[in-house]
């Protein structure tokens, strides 16, 4: 099967940062000699007390270890702040677009390095030092990076929440890194709707002290000026503080590996796992994929869709581009807010050049026709972007030709919470492309395909993604489970990161990302564990017993099916089922809304007990006939009847 190419154009080429025999002399230097090659990069950002060390790292069974540039010393905010401060103090370092058109913002790296030290002075003086959890959970606004970089420059760890996650989810993960300062907002803005910030933070505190965890300080931005509650000692506002704060901040020294923060996400098993990054080797290799993934060079207006609640927002909005000196542009709203042209009139706005947006966010648009884009110019665009999920050829095409309209290169780039940043990606002129391919590895990274038994792969094949080595942006841990993190991630197949992802890798070795090989599933690119939602239903007290699992969806690429078993004697209903969805919603977040839910009197189970998950997928695919071999199940009836219930329900 040959797939369709897009072979690199003249005027890419022009534009390009690396031609393609220099992306391959690179590549082949960076994995053969990575303490030369990470050697010489590394020094792209401002050390304070330079590196000697490069790489120091281990994969092996007990004794996973991950360490770059480790007696290194620099402090990140600095790297994204002050260091540009003289050849670009006046340029505009966040470019804010609000959710109502009418509103934006311009932030200059001056501003920026004055707001920053202000907030970083504001949490010193409520007690925060080097090492301390502060927990944000915001609204898409500049303040959101201020306060990351203000902890980055004190030292202290951040642990980002996205907004939409419940005050539930929110407590948990306050426990979860024993964080006793949040940074919030009084509510925040998304498609001319209110999210309540701060009732959730006061409702998060409570459910985080009925268990035994105190906060003791929240700071609270004022966005929409909404009435909210206020408790004195523990809550203070940002506008206030930020009065008698000093503009000046001398950053903290931190060592290379020194942690910049922990990022909460879904795993397979048990509770969200708590994703800690490091300073240097993160930084080195969030500037650098920014760099060259995107083609960015100085001037260029950069824009990234995605929030700073995901991994993306972390190292696409904020550090990533920061660190390059760029104009990066954050935005508040959503796609079809106020109407389904918005993404193409602010690219026209505000001249944008490169845009980095998510295949859910394509597909939905291009469910809204041609028109709303035809209705605006994107000349400005030179380099279209893609993360989160597969994008499937029809999506790819669409953003190529009818948003870039065949002359913005399109970078389908795989990458994972835990990697930091981007490992599998074309690079704008030095790759040729193959819509739904995320193509070839960046530099230092070396994917592998195994199969099932771990046995290596060569050639054109399909399999489970391992990558054998380490790069710079490698997580380093489970935040307080090292364990957990081993487990997770290095004993599936010894020796080797094992990504979660299935892939493919045709006969020129580029990589076709499957999706999730677990039990995670992927709903408008935001990562869900089945047993989140599953362990929120059975916390229902109708519900007996529950298996999630992911079905294709047009616009959300993987929706939620949910097979519930209620208890004895509970009548199925379709107000219970609907009374089930705002019980996930309430306990996790909207994101986890279940889709589907359908009531078996049973589930499918191995002898032993094991759900047969691949059978519920298939029902929920409607591919009855590619059940497969279901002789071995303790009570194979059991699949008839969840067959001619779904066929009944149609
Ligand atoms: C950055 C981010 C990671 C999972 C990952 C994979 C899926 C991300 C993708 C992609 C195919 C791409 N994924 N980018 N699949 N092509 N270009 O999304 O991090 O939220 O941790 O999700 O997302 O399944 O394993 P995260």
């Not at 690396?18 to 050390?47: A, C, M, N």
């Not at 000046?248 to 990022?263: N, S, T, Y």
């Not at 279209?384 to 389908?412: F, H, T």
Request: charged share 25%; hydrophobic share 35%; with cysteine.
């Amino acid at each position: 099967m040959s797939a369709t190419v897009v072979p690199i154009k003249d005027e890419w080429k022009a534009n390009a940062l690396l031609s393609q025999d220099t992306y391959r002399e690179w590549y082949e230097r960076s994995v053969s000699d990575p303490d030369g090659f990470w050697g010489e990069h590394g020094r792209r950002i401002d050390w304070i007390r330079p590196f000697q060390r490069v790489k120091n790292t281990s994969f092996a069974p007990g004794a996973v270890s991950i360490r770059w540039f480790e007696d290194g010393t620099l402090n990140v905010s600095a790297n994204c702040i002050d260091r540009h401060l003289a050849e670009r103090g006046d340029q505009v370092a966040i470019l804010w677009e609000g959710d109502d058109p009418k509103d934006s913002r311009a932030i200059t790296y001056r501003e920026l390095h004055g707001e920053v030290c202000r907030m970083a002075n504001v949490l010193k003086a409520r007690g925060v030092k080097r090492g301390d959890r502060v927990t944000l959970y915001m609204p898409m606004i500049p303040e959101a990076a201020y306060a990351m970089l203000a902890c980055a420059r004190i030292g202290a760890i951040h642990s980002v929440v996205f907004g939409g996650f419940s005050p539930d989810a929110l407590a948990g993960r306050l426990e979860g890194a024993s964080s006793s300062v949040l940074v919030t907002a009084d509510e925040g803005y998304r498609g001319g709707r209110t999210v309540p910030l701060k009732a959730n933070v006061d409702r998060a505190v409570e459910i985080a002290a009925r268990a035994g965890h105190g906060v003791e300080t929240v700071l609270v931005v004022r966005r929409s000026g909404g009435a909210v509650g206020f408790q004195e000692g523990r809550d203070i506002w940002w506008h206030e503080a930020r009065e008698g704060a000093s503009p000046e901040c001398e950053p903290e020294e931190m060592g290379a590996e020194d942690p910049l923060f922990i990022l909460y996400t879904s795993g397979s098993t048990g509770k969200p796992k708590g994703v800690l990054h490091s300073s240097g080797g993160y930084l080195v290799y969030a500037s650098m994929t920014h760099q060259y993934v995107f083609g960015y060079r100085p001037g260029d207006i950069y824009w990234c869709t995605a929030d700073v609640g995901w991994v993306t927002g972390h190292s696409y909005i904020v550090y990533g581009p920061l660190a390059n000196g760029a104009t990066t542009l954050m935005f508040e709203g959503v796609p079809n807010y106020p109407d389904q042209s918005r993404f193409w009139q602010v690219i026209d706005k505000h001249k944008v050049n490169i845009f980095y947006t998510a295949p859910t966010a394509i597909r939905a648009l291009m469910g809204a026709g041609d028109e709303p884009v035809k209705a605006t110019s994107r000349k400005s665009l030179r380099v279209l972007a893609s993360v989160g999920e597969p994008i499937n050829p029809e999506a790819w095409n669409w953003y190529y030709k009818v948003v870039g309209e065949e002359r913005c290169p399109v970078m389908d780039t795989w990458w994972q919470t835990e990697t930091g940043g981007i490992l599998i990606t074309p690079l704008p002129g030095a790759t040729d492309l193959k819509p739904g391919s995320a193509t070839l590895p960046f530099f230092g990274v070396k994917p592998q395909i195994v199969d099932n038994e771990g046995r290596v792969l060569d050639g054109a094949v399909d399999g489970n993604l391992c990558i054998v080595d380490s790069w710079p942006g490698q997580m380093r841990t489970v935040y307080g489970d090292h364990e957990r993190f081993e487990q997770t991630y290095f004993s599936t197949y010894e020796n080797k990161y094992f990504t979660g992802d299935g892939a493919r890798r045709d006969e020129d070795g580029y990589y076709w990302i499957t999706g999730r090989v677990d039990d995670v599933i992927n709903v408008s690119g935001h990562r869900m564990g089945t047993a989140e939602v599953e362990s929120s239903l059975v916390a229902h007290e109708k519900v007996s017993e529950a298996a999630v699992v992911g079905y294709p969806h047009d616009i959300k690429g993987q929706g939620i099916y949910c097979y519930v078993t209620l208890m004895e004697g509970v009548e199925p209903t379709d107000e219970l089922r609907k009374a089930l969805v705002a019980h996930v919603r309430q306990d996790i977040g909207a994101i986890a809304s279940p889709d589907k839910i359908q009531f078996a009197p049973g589930l499918p189970k191995t002898r032993s007990g094991k759900i047969m998950r691949r059978i519920l997928r298939k029902i929920a695919e409607d591919d009855f006939a590619a059940l497969g071999d279901t002789s071995t199940l303790a009570d194979p009836g059991v699949v008839d009847d969840l067959v001619d219930n779904r066929q009944n329900k149609r």
